[in-house]
């Protein structure tokens, strides 16, 4: 018996469809010649877990908060304002912190007459290289921290440059706490208190001296200038005869981060 042999069909298998989307984009860069095209490539969001774990500790949800405010630290480089935000949001402090490359922001919710304040607290570099960013950077801002390191002279010296820029890309009314900060250092004082109180009372600035290291009056000088920036945008809301909704940012009016994010990246200058 002759057995026919059988016929083997190898059959191809199909490929899945990548479960992402390719988009091709052309990012402007500034200070070249050409368009770079990048691909971006989107996933599927993942589903985001419960956090009911997080939320037993005490702390709030990230969106859970009634008025969201910008505050900018501002002044020289290696005034210690890197350790600053880092200690006021994460309670972290770092001898061995480099000098910040570009922009970088964190966020902290307060309670402040029984309103959650959402502070978005931005850091950056203090080189005269960087000085581009500065109106990307000042953008929004309610409040500000200037900080000077009180065992330079020479950074509290430059205080005064650091004022006036601020004050020329903000709003008048901006709230701003004088901060000299390492006061743990005391054995180097080379700004006494009494200097930095009185350039404070001169030009109508709120002053506290720091110690990131010590955590010694970092939490007050943060909650300072986010109570006044609330009072105060609560007494013009009053005497413009309104509930104040519309005079402070809050979740309609959410400042656009991702805008002023991009802006700094295409200037290269934006910390990942």
Not at 175 to 204: C, I, Q, W, Y
Not at 214 to 236: C, G, H, P, W
Request: contains cysteine.
């Amino acid at each position: 018996m002759v057995c026919k042999p059988h016929t083997i069909i190898k059959r191809k298998k199909k490929r899945k469809k990548a479960n992402r989307l390719s988009l091709l984009i052309s990012l402007p860069i500034l200070h070249f010649d050409h368009t770079f095209d990048l691909e971006l490539v989107v996933k599927k969001p993942e589903k985001r877990r419960e956090e009911s774990a997080t939320m037993a500790a005490g702390y709030r949800a990230d969106d859970d908060y009634d008025y969201l405010f910008k505050v900018v630290l501002i002044g020289d480089s290696g005034v210690g304002k890197s350790n600053l935000l880092s200690r006021f949001t994460k309670n972290e402090f770092s001898l061995e912190s480099k000098s910040t490359i570009g922009v970088e922001f964190a966020t902290r919710s307060l309670n402040i007459d029984g309103k959650v304040i959402k502070a978005q607290i931005w850091d950056t570099a203090g080189q005269e290289r960087y000085r581009a960013i500065t109106s990307a950077y000042y953008r929004g801002a309610v409040g500000a921290l200037l900080v000077y390191d009180v065992t330079r002279r020479q950074t509290f010296d430059n205080v005064e440059r650091w004022l006036r820029e601020l004050r020329d890309h903000t709003d008048p009314s901006i709230v701003v706490m004088l901060v000299g900060n390492k006061s743990d250092l005391r054995h180097l004082v080379a700004v006494p208190t009494d200097d930095g109180s009185a350039f404070a009372e001169k030009e109508a600035l709120y002053f506290m001296e720091t110690s990131a290291l010590e955590a010694k009056n970092v939490d007050n000088a943060f909650a300072e200038v986010l109570t006044q920036i609330y009072r105060m945008m609560s007494k013009k809301a009053v005497e413009a005869g309104d509930d104040g909704s519309g005079s402070v940012p809050g979740k309609g009016e959410t400042i656009n981060v991702k805008d002023d994010v991009s802006a700094l990246k295409r200037m290269g200058c934006c910390s990942s």
